[in-house]
């Protein structure tokens, strides 16, 4: 059975820091990785999706890598902003499923970034 | 852009009652998903619906059904509700291109069991 662990289970910085995030995984066998954000109380959004065949996804200050050997991912955030303060989820797809979007999910960090 | 609407925002239901959560997937889906999450859990999927027909199952319990209907829309049907069922329920959708799998989630449905 898949399980998703994400270190830190919080993290506070100031704003202006570089930051990771830190997803694993322990079937290797996925179909992609996602990374989403939480804001308390509300929906899920989605922020990179890499492919078992992809290394990283950029979006803006976000940078996800993808090491499927080692059950790894890591969401790299650039020049932290207040605004990004949220739950960030790391999310998988089990490869040989019958539905891709079945996701089995980590248990999220929480960041805070202080001005 | 149209984004997956769930509805009712919130419901607070008694023990032992029925409740009724409707999603309606962005138009040109096909796919929906199903996923409830507890108080300070992560999300833990319930059920999913291709083309009408149910595609994939998860920690689904007996006393909920769900299903897709011709236009797409699907209802989670939960009954005999228990206090445990308190949480945020997720609907969302996909229309699979390319290889890809973009889920698109809706803002949730807020279930309250008294």
């Known amino acids: 059975k898949q399980e998703v662990t994400q270190i830190p289970a919080a993290l506070s910085v100031p704003e202006g820091e570089n930051l990771v995030l830190n997803c694993s995984f322990t079937?290797?066998?996925?179909?992609?990785l996602q990374w989403f954000r939480q804001d308390p109380g509300k929906g899920l959004t989605s922020l990179l999706l890499i492919q078992s065949s992809q290394r990283e996804q950029t979006s803006g200050r976000l940078n996800a890598s993808l090491d499927k050997s080692s059950g790894r991912s890591t969401l790299y955030i650039a020049a932290s902003q207040p605004g990004d303060s949220a739950t960030y989820l790391c999310?998988?797809?089990?490869?040989?499923?019958?539905?891709?979007?079945?996701?089995?999910f980590g248990q999220g960090t929480i960041l805070t970034v202080h001005p | 852009a149209a984004g997956v609407i769930q509805s009712p925002r919130h419901l607070i239901k008694e023990k032992r009652e029925t409740a009724t959560l409707k999603c309606y997937p962005i138009?040109?889906?096909?796919?929906v998903y199903w996923y409830q999450q507890g108080p300070g859990q992560d999300p833990q999927f319930l059920i999913s619906?291709?083309?009408?027909?149910?595609?994939d199952k998860g920690s689904i319990p007996d006393r909920f059904s769900a299903q897709q209907f011709s236009d797409y829309h699907s209802e989670l049907n939960m009954s005999s509700l228990e206090l445990g069922d308190s949480a945020l329920y997720f609907c969302a959708s996909s229309y699979p291109t390319a290889g890809a799998n973009v889920l698109t989630f809706g803002a949730g449905s807020r279930l309250t069991v008294l």
């Open positions: 079937d290797s066998a996925i179909y992609n």
């Open positions: 138009p040109r889906h096909d796919t």
């Open positions: 619906f291709y083309e009408k027909m149910q595609s």
């Open positions: 999310a998988v797809s089990d490869a040989g499923g019958t539905s891709y979007g079945k996701l089995t």
